[in-house]
């Protein structure tokens, strides 16, 4: 094993771990705003008990998703100084520009969001609560940007000023909106709330098994399971189907990968399930004929590259790229599936309440979203090898040159063991506020009392300073 190696493992574990959470409170979010909106427009106090209660597992997800994402940053300039240095002066622009235009909008509404509550009217909660879904989507927007320019770049020149080739910006608009973005920020959004949807499904169903909070679970099921189904279907039928377009026209060799698909031709069949064989070019399975053609270019007689079309050194890894693109979508097909069947049974005399298997079903999805989340990551991220920069900047010659073997092993260890302790830590946690259940029905009385507008709140401090003088 050789230090470049272990460089790559160790920012693998750190990504992987920190992309568990942004996903999760994204997709939570947006379950928080209907939330929001129903207690607004019915003055139901079961939606204000229901926003209380997940307010509180999304500050425990905000807080993992900060804390393990700092790390990627120091990351870039300890591990990948090479890397950093030829990016810099567009990658770096971008995360600024995520720090001060999206992380400020989420952070400055936070507080308001997570600890006001007991303290806010239905309107102003709901702001403060969009605010920071929008500063997170926001957020997430411009990652997918600079990771987007990594695999498809545009809109730079690169330029020898000294100390080895750099990248410099010249069409912003290029850098932003490469060819990759659109159906990536798609893709990743819609998985998001899948994940979001499919964690609110999960704790409803835990509560219908345990027989607790069981008005409240059927809530949370009539809210999260339309929005997992109907996203599932997209996903798989349109946002999946743009990606496999975007990667054919600009990173051929990634598709080829993904499907194991040796030979350029035409009418290429899309491997459902099966194995690639790199010693033989072959590819064995169960496969559908022609279909990844049509999703290529919506024609059987569509031409798919082969990777025998390009150099071996240019090969990724076909044996790791191609099974977890087929673990994303094999799980994105059961997604479809568990949609569908558990939404005729929620409309077939509501039978789903008392289908215990299914429950169990939803009670595991989050953890089958989570995986299928991971899987699309690790597809993007091992089918642009050998490549950090697409066709710019191989990952062998883009690694901190005066970091030893000891010091990348040492520091792997560590994170290890670091990140283990935060995973136990950070279900326990979980696990904990979910056993805890919904708070109190809040008292509608006191409730109506609550101010709706920043107004409101700064117009009665006099007021009730007034009554305070005068009682004394």
């Known amino acids: 094993m050789d230090t470049e190696l272990l460089h790559r493992i160790q920012f693998g574990l750190t990504i992987s771990f920190h992309f568990i959470f942004p996903p999760m409170s994204l997709g939570l979010g947006l379950i928080l705003i209907i939330f929001g909106v129903q207690s607004v427009r019915t003055k139901d106090p ?6 209380l209660f997940w307010t509180k597992i999304y500050g425990l997800v905000f807080a993992m998703g900060i804390a393990s994402g700092i790390v990627q940053e120091f990351q870039f300039g300890t591990n990948w100084s090479v890397y950093s240095r030829f990016v810099g002066n567009i990658f770096g622009s971008l995360l600024a520009a995520e720090g001060i235009f999206a992380f400020m909008l989420e952070g400055g509404f936070l507080g308001l969001m997570l600890f006001g509550g007991s303290r806010l009217g239905n309107r102003l909660w709901l702001f403060a609560t969009t605010m920071v879904v929008v500063g997170a989507t926001f957020s997430a927007t411009w990652i997918v940007m600079a990771n987007s320019w990594m695999q498809t770049p545009g809109g730079y020149e690169i330029k020898d000023v000294g100390q080895g080739d750099q990248a410099f910006m010249t069409s912003f608009r290029e850098v932003v909106f490469t060819p990759s973005f659109g159906p990536r920020i798609w893709h990743t959004l819609v998985a998001s709330w899948m994940v979001g949807a499919s964690l609110v499904l ?45 990667v054919a026209t600009n990173q051929p060799e990634k598709l080829a990968a993904m499907e194991g698909v040796y030979y350029t031709g035409d009418c290429v069949p899309m491997t459902i399930f099966g194995i690639t064989n790199t010693g033989t070019d072959t590819t064995k399975g ?47 097909m059961l997604f479809i599936l ?36 991971l899987s699309g990551w690790w597809t993007a991220e091992f089918g642009r090898q050998p490549w950090i920069v697409w066709n710019l900047l ?6 901190s040159p005066n970091v030893t073997f000891s010091q990348v092993a040492t520091s792997l260890g560590m994170f290890v063991l670091l990140y283990a302790v935060l995973l136990v830590t950070f279900l326990i946690l979980l696990n904990k506020k979910i056993k805890a ?6 008292d509608e009385d006191e409730h109506e009392s609550l101010p709706d507008s920043f107004g409101e709140i700064f117009s009665r401090r006099p007021r009730a300073h007034s009554r305070e003088k005068a009682e004394v």
């Open 437 to 442: 259940g919904l708070p109190d029905m809040p």
């Open 46 to 51: 079961k939606w204000r008990q229901l926003s």
């Open 338 to 373: 568990i949609g569908v069947v558990a939404s005729g049974l929620w409309w077939w005399k509501r039978k789903l309440w008392d289908k215990r298997w299914m429950l169990r079903v939803l009670v595991a999805s989050i953890v089958l979203t989570q995986l299928a989340t």
């Open 202 to 246: 999960s704790v409803a169903a835990y509560y219908l098994l345990k027989k607790r909070f069981v008005e409240q679970a059927k809530t949370m099921i009539r809210v999260a399971l339309p929005i997992f189904t109907v996203l599932a279907i997209l996903q798989v039928t349109v946002f999946g189907a743009n990606m496999a377009t975007e």
């Open 286 to 332: 169960l496969q559908i004929p022609c279909m990844l053609s049509i999703l290529v270019g919506k024609s059987p007689s569509t031409t798919v590259q082969g990777l025998t079309s390009f150099p071996q050194d240019d090969w990724s890894n076909v044996n790791v790229v191609f099974h977890v693109y087929h673990v994303m979508i094999n799980l994105g």
């Open 394 to 399: 191989r990952t062998d010659g883009a690694q």
